[in-house]
């Protein structure tokens, strides 16, 4: 089982940035981010594999990158809003699918905490 350790959540501000780190143990051949707020579906956000992919909610506010030789991926959410808060998960599959579909996704970190405040 590949191990997944997350980064850089916390509470800010509307407008502010955060930016989340995931190191994962073993490379992955696609790597992405979801959120679920209380009483919501677990949405994708983003994902990285030969090109990105977001939801149309955070285009234009989020980037999703890679640091191959590092196993990371990293988050930079900019112009945040209080509809982002949510606990944000990162995960990692070695198969292609549908890039926001939670169970194509074997693979996932512990969650950490994004709050943004008005």
């Known amino acids: 089982q590949v191990q997944l350790v997350e980064s850089g959540g916390g509470s800010v501000q509307a407008g502010g940035s955060l930016r989340l780190s995931c190191v994962a143990s073993?490379?992955?051949?696609?790597m992405a981010w979801f959120r679920q707020a209380p009483g919501k579906e677990r949405e994708g956000v983003a994902a990285?594999?030969?090109?990105?992919i977001y939801a149309d909610s955070v285009k234009g506010r989020f980037t999703i990158s890679r640091d191959s030789a590092k196993n990371t991926v990293h988050l930079q959410m900019n112009s945040l809003l209080p509809e982002d808060t949510a606990i944000y998960y990162c995960?990692?599959?070695?198969?292609?699918?549908?890039?926001?579909?939670?169970?194509?996704?074997?693979?996932w970190g512990q969650g950490t905490q994004v709050t943004v405040s008005s």
């Open positions: 990285i594999a030969t090109g990105t």
């Open positions: 995960a990692a599959t070695f198969y292609g699918g549908t890039w926001n579909d939670p169970g194509r996704y074997n693979i």
């Open positions: 073993r490379y992955t051949a696609v």
